[in-house]
C-alpha cells in the first residue's frame, strides 16, 4: 500500500529502501518503515542522552579559577607603596620592614668614588652609615695620601682636620710595620694588604631630623696575604656605632665607635691558599650599600 507524499510507505513486496525508522510487522513478518511528518518524533526511536560535561574538566575549571584568584590576590599588594619623607620623618620600628630590604635606590651619586647623595630619612641614613663603615675600614684607609682624600668627603666638616690627626696618629710607621706595610701603606713585593668590610644588617637607634646614630654589624676580610706572611688574612665580626649629622644636603659622619661580635660559630671551611685570596680581592670588586 502506497500513500505516496502523505507521510506513510508499506515496504511489503517492494524491495525498496526508503528513509525512516524501521519497525517489524508481526503479521507477516516483513520489515516496514515508516517516515513521519517533518517535525515529529518517532517515541520508539532511540533516544540520545544528553552531553553532560566530565568530571575531570569541572575540576580543572575550578583549580584554574582559583589558581587566578589567588594570584590576582597576591598581587594586590604589590601596588601599594610608601613615599618618602623628605623631611626626615621616620617609620615604624619592630616590624618587619625594619630589616628587610626597600629596593630604593641608596645613593644618587658618588664623590670621589666615596658613595653620596643620601636620602634624607631612616633609610638614607643606614645606607649611608653602612656605606660609611665600609670606607673606614679598608685597605685605603691605611694610605695617607688617600686617607686624606677620603676623610672630608666622609665626615662633618667641622671635624675633618682633627680627625685627619687622630686618623694619622692611628696609622702610624709602628702599627703599619707590624701590618707588613711601608709607611706609604703598601705590602711588601709579592705581598696584597686585605682590609675589606661587608656590612651584614644596621638598624636605627635614634634619629631625628637633622641627626642619626646607626649601629652596623659587619664582618671581613683583614690582614697581608703573601708567603710568608706575619699577618696572614683572617676574618672578624665587629658592630660600629656611627653617629650622623645632615650637613648640606647629605648624611656626614660626626663620630664612630667599634665593638666585637656578635660573632657566629666559625665553620670547617678550610684557608684557602695566600695567592687565591690575592687573586679573589683584585677581582671581585665592592658593593655600595643601602636599604
Not at 665580626?237 to 656611627?242: A, N, R, S, V
Request: charged share 20%; hydrophobic share 35%.
Amino acid at each position: 500500500m502506497s500513500l505516496g507524499d502523505d507521510g506513510y510507505r508499506s515496504g511489503q513486496g517492494s524491495g525498496g529502501d526508503h528513509g525512516g525508522y524501521g519497525g517489524y510487522d508481526a503479521d507477516d513478518h516483513h520489515l516496514t518503515r515508516t517516515r513521519l511528518p517533518e517535525g515529529e518524533v518517532d517515541p520508539y526511536a532511540p533516544q540520545r542522552r544528553t552531553v553532560r560535561p566530565s568530571r575531570n574538566l569541572i575540576t580543572v575549571v575550578a583549580v584554574v579559577v582559583l589558581l587566578i584568584a589567588a594570584i590576582a590576590f597576591a598581587n594586590r599588594g604589590g601596588d601599594e607603596s610608601s613615599s618618602d619623607d623628605d623631611s626626615g620623618g621616620s617609620s615604624a620600628k619592630g616590624s618587619s620592614s625594619a630589616t628587610a630590604p626597600s629596593g630604593v635606590k641608596p645613593v644618587e651619586g658618588k664623590n670621589g668614588g666615596i658613595p653620596s647623595g643620601f636620602a634624607h630619612d631612616e633609610q638614607g641614613a643606614q645606607s649611608a652609615a653602612a656605606n660609611y663603615a665600609a670606607v673606614l675600614v679598608s685597605a685605603d684607609i691605611v694610605k695617607p695620601d688617600r686617607r686624606h682624600e677620603i676623610i672630608p668627603k666622609v665626615f662633618a666638616g667641622d671635624k675633618t682636620s682633627e680627625l685627619q690627626d687622630k686618623f694619622d696618629k692611628t696609622y702610624s710607621k709602628d702599627f703599619l710595620a707590624k701590618l707588613g706595610l711601608n709607611e706609604q701603606g703598601n705590602a711588601a713585593k709579592g705581598m696584597t694588604y686585605v682590609s675589606r668590610t661587608m656590612p651584614v644588617g644596621s638598624k636605627i637607634t635614634e634619629y631625628s631630623a637633622s641627626a642619626a646614630s646607626v649601629e652596623v654589624w659587619c664582618t671581613g676580610v683583614y690582614g697581608t696575604a703573601g708567603v710568608g706572611s706575619t699577618n696572614p688574612v683572617a676574618n672578624d665580626w665587629f658592630t660600629m656605632t656611627i653617629a650622623l649629622r645632615w650637613v648640606d644636603g647629605d648624611w656626614k659622619v660626626d663620630s664612630f665607635s667599634q665593638k666585637s661580635g656578635p660573632a657566629p660559630v666559625s665553620g670547617d671551611k678550610a684557608a684557602s691558599p695566600a695567592d687565591e685570596i690575592s687573586k679573589a680581592v683584585q677581582q671581585y670588586g665592592g658593593f655600595t650599600y643601602g636599604r
